[in-house]
Every structure is written in C-alpha cells, then in structure tokens.
C-alpha cells in the first residue's frame, strides 16, 4: 500500500513556472496546499541522472528534505524517434544559452531549432514521430516515495506554431490532432498530455 500525501501541505519541487502551473491546475481538484519550491526559497539540485525516474527522485528528495514537507517532482521531457529518443532526459539542456555570462536562460526557439536541424539532415522523409515523456515521483521527508510516469505519442512540426503552454509545445503535434500543443488551450492540453497521463496515474493511486 503506497502512502498517500493526504490534504496537507504538498511542495511542487520545480522552478519552471509553466510546470507550476499545470501541475497546481492538475491538483486543483483534490483539496491539496501547494506550496512552490521557488516560493520557499529551496535551491534547484543538479539533475545527475540519465533517466527521467533518477532526475524525479532526485529533485523530489531534495524538496522534501529541504523543506520536511512531502514534495512532488516532474522530470519530463521530448524522445525524438528519428534521433535515438534525443534530447530525451537532456530535454531542457538543449535549451540553454551556454554562451551567455552570468544568468542561466533558455531559448526554446534554439532548441526547437536545434531538434529540426538534426531532422532536416536525415532528408525530407525522415520519421517525424516523437513522444513527450513525464515522470512523477512524490517524496516524504522521511525517504519514503512514489513514482509515477506517462507519455504523449505525436509528432514535430516545423515551423513552431501558437503561443500557449510552454517548453517545445509550438512544435509538438499530439497523436490524431492537427494543431500544435501552443495551439491548444490548457484545459484541453490537460486531457492528453504526458503530464496529464502520469497525473491519472498519481490521482488514482493518491485520491482514488
Ligand atoms: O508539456 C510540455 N510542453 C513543452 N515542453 C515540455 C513539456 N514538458 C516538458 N517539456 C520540456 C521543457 C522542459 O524544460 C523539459 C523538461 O526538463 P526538466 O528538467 O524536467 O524541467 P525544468 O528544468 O524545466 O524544470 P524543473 O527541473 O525545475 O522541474 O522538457
Ligand atoms: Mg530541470
């Protein structure tokens, strides 16, 4: 029997604000606090793990021992078929401006580029499909934790197209849809996406 988080206190172990956001709408339902880690001043652990599981766990223990508060991690990400599943766990990676001094940033728009242009070299037949991953993993203080993981078939569009969600959602087309996930609204997102997958499986589990 996996121990539940109950109606407590919940930290969201993440410092993507477009995560924070799907994930407290993901909980609104179920009567949990959220507390953000960026909001208790908690420090982003080094994700040293090659798997979306080691990267939840790590990032989920490190909240909850920061804080003494039961914590929830998101380690996700974008397996590219065509390219051996890259980025993969190096989804965010990809992201960074490592030529920029001082604050780290990220530019989707380079990411998004740099995925395509590894496409484009295999020719114009390459197979487009790609799957966004999500790992959950819930940690209490105490060591005890939970993991939970989902997936969301599709395939990459060029160029990026819509303004909403986050991430590489403007090059993402979900499996039997035409628009793009930055052209689907958040509510509707919620109810095919990796994280809404993983979440179902949480929800289940947790508040079933
Ligand atoms: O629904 C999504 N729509 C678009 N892109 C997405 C999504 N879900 C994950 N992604 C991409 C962007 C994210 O940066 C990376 C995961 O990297 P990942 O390390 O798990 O997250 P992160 O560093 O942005 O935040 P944090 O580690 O603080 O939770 O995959
Ligand atoms: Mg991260």
């Given at each position: ?35 953000s ?10 994700e ?11 990032k ?14 998101d ?58 991953h ?75």
């Amino acid at each position: 029997m996996t121990r539940r988080i109950g109606s407590g206190k919940l930290v969201i172990a993440t410092h993507n604000a477009g995560k924070l956001k799907e994930i407290s709408a993901l909980l609104a339902p179920y009567g949990v606090e959220c507390i953000s880690a960026g909001a208790l001043g908690l420090p982003e652990p080094e994700e040293t793990g090659t798997t979306f599981v080691e990267n939840a766990l790590i990032k989920a223990r490190a909240a909850a021992q920061g804080s003494g508060i039961v914590s929830l991690a998101d380690d996700s990400g974008l397996s590219v078929a065509a390219l051996d599943g890259r980025p993969g766990v190096y989804t965010a990676d990809w992201a960074e401006r490592q030529w920029f001094e001082g604050e780290p940033g990220r530019d989707w728009y380079m990411a998004m580029g740099k995925v395509e242009g590894l496409l484009a070299q295999q020719g114009p037949d390459v197979d487009r499909s790609a799957a966004f991953h999500c790992t959950l993993a819930l940690a209490w203080p105490d060591g005890e934790y939970a993991v939970y993981e989902g997936i969301a078939p599709g395939s990459l569009t060029w160029p990026p197209r819509g303004q909403l969600g986050f991430g590489y959602d403007p090059v993402f087309v979900p499996k039997g849809r035409e628009q793009t996930f930055a052209e689907i609204d958040s509510a509707e997102k919620h109810t095919i996406s990796h994280r809404a997958d993983a979440f179902a499986k949480l929800v289940a589990e947790q508040f079933g």
